[in-house]
């Protein structure tokens, strides 16, 4: 995208990562009645949502440049519907597999896919593997998507914004919260590894 360098990205992906937690430790701690942080990491940040905004931007923006309006968003909410299933998915199967833990559970939640689906049994026992122990669900598909429509509509608003920040504080935020990111998450990596 035009005018937009690596440091605007990495610190668009850091605000989409304070976002997804504040929005997650919110809901969280309203429900449970006092303070949860929802994240993995110990500071305010879940990166998959950073990875998320991103993938939203990056693969729906060129959508709405080539598409008449109504066409536009049904793609928009299509595309980022899917893609951030397949990144929730295939990150769901990493860290379980990596860290033997698991991050997010939707054992709770309505629709889950492969039990809603009324199938033959060698698609619902395919839907089973799809899903893999209840990842996906019906409702964060939708979020998925709408977020994805508000996001890439909102993005040529907030982009002049964003390009008036002065690049030298760009740099330091970016370098100074990729530091203490990825210390973070090397740190927790290593205590879950020695829980086992």
């Not at 899917?82 to 990150?91: A, D, M, R, S």
């Not at 996906?136 to 608003?157: K, M, N, Q, R």
Request: glycine share 8%; with cysteine.
């Amino acid at each position: 995208m035009t005018g937009i360098g690596i440091r605007h990205w990495l610190f668009l992906m850091l605000i989409f990562m304070f976002i997804g937690w504040v929005q997650e430790s919110a809901l969280e701690s309203f429900s449970n009645k006092k303070f949860i942080n929802r994240g993995f990491l110990t500071g305010p940040y879940i990166p998959i949502y950073g990875f998320g905004g991103l993938f939203m931007i990056f693969s729906c923006d060129p959508l709405v440049k080539v598409s008449p309006k109504p066409i536009g968003i049904f793609l928009v909410f299509f595309a980022g519907a899917l893609g951030c299933t397949i990144i929730e998915f295939l990150t769901g199967i990493i860290t379980e597999k990596a860290l033997k833990r698991r991050l997010w559970d939707y054992d709770k939640l309505f629709m889950l896919f492969a039990d809603r689906i009324k199938a033959s049994k060698k698609l619902k026992k395919f839907l089973l593997k799809l899903v893999y122990k209840k990842y996906i669900t019906l409702p964060t598909f939708i979020i998925f998507g709408l977020v994805s429509v508000a996001l890439v509509y909102l993005f040529p608003i907030v982009k002049p914004a964003i390009l008036k920040i002065d690049n030298s504080l760009i740099l330091m935020v970016d370098i100074s919260a990729g530091v203490i990111v990825v210390v973070d998450f090397i740190g927790k990596t290593i205590k879950s590894n020695r829980k086992r």
